[in-house]
């Protein structure tokens, strides 16, 4: 069964470095999204992808954030200089369609970011 | 502001059935989805509502009313397996998913 898959599944890293998440979405997919979750905490939308352009980006997504699609298969989260308050389980989701005609997005296991 | 309310933590008895509420208050409505999460791992997809009415799947069911900004989820026959967060989420008008908090389910034997 197809699925998402995310690397590194663990990064730890210093206040003020720079950070980039990977993630492959499931192959026939056409919409990315990253989402964050402080520990214990709800899950909060961060952005979504579409024709290797943002179609949507919350608050949290500020100038410190990017997305990228650099090939076919990758889809990247940057965070510029991260500040102890980004640690988190980020997470990437893909979905054949846009959520409106009410398809699931399936998610990857996460990469927990610790920034110290 | 945009709000999801549910229940923070619910105990139930194994083969039992439990219904988790969930209300709403959001900018724009365009579906409510239902998403299991065990403990460390991903949110896995179990249910979308955009009309009002009852959708079935299996032992799982999910009901919407709009005009009261209201959803359950309807779990029967509970497994100890079903024991895991339950997430609420609401597509809002810019077609972002607001999430609920979550409802941690306990199953008991």
């Known amino acids: 069964e197809p699925e998402v898959t995310q690397t590194p599944s663990h990064q730890v890293t210093q206040m003020g470095q720079e950070v980039i998440l990977r993630c492959v979405p499931i192959s026939n997919h056409l919409y990315f999204y990253w989402y964050r979750q402080i520990l214990g905490q709800k899950v909060e939308f961060l952005v979504s992808?579409?024709?290797?352009?943002?179609?949507?980006k919350s608050e949290i997504f500020d100038d410190q954030f990017s997305v990228e699609r650099p090939d076919g298969s990758n889809f990247t989260l940057k965070i510029r200089s991260t500040k102890l308050e980004d640690s988190a389980m980020y997470f990437c989701?893909?979905?054949?369609?846009?959520?409106?005609?009410?398809?699931?997005?399936?998610f990857g296991p996460g990469t927990r970011l610790t920034v110290t | 502001g945009q709000n999801i309310d549910q229940p923070t933590e619910m105990t139930a008895t194994e083969g039992a059935i439990v219904q988790i509420n969930c209300t709403y208050q959001?900018?724009?409505?365009?579906?409510l989805f239902w998403y299991q999460q065990h403990a460390g791992e991903a949110p896995t997809f179990l249910s979308y509502n955009v009309l009002d009415g009852l959708e079935e799947k299996g032992r799982f069911s999910s009901f919407l009313s709009r005009s009261k900004g209201y959803s359950y989820l309807l779990l029967k026959e509970l497994q100890m397996k079903d024991s895991a967060s339950y997430l609420c989420a609401v597509l809002d008008s810019n077609y972002q998913l607001i999430w609920g908090a979550g409802t941690k389910l306990i199953i008991k034997p």
């Open positions: 959001t900018s724009g409505f365009n579906g």
């Open positions: 992808f579409y024709n290797n352009e943002i179609s949507e």
């Open positions: 989701a893909s979905s054949e369609r846009v959520l409106e005609i009410a398809y699931e997005q399936y």
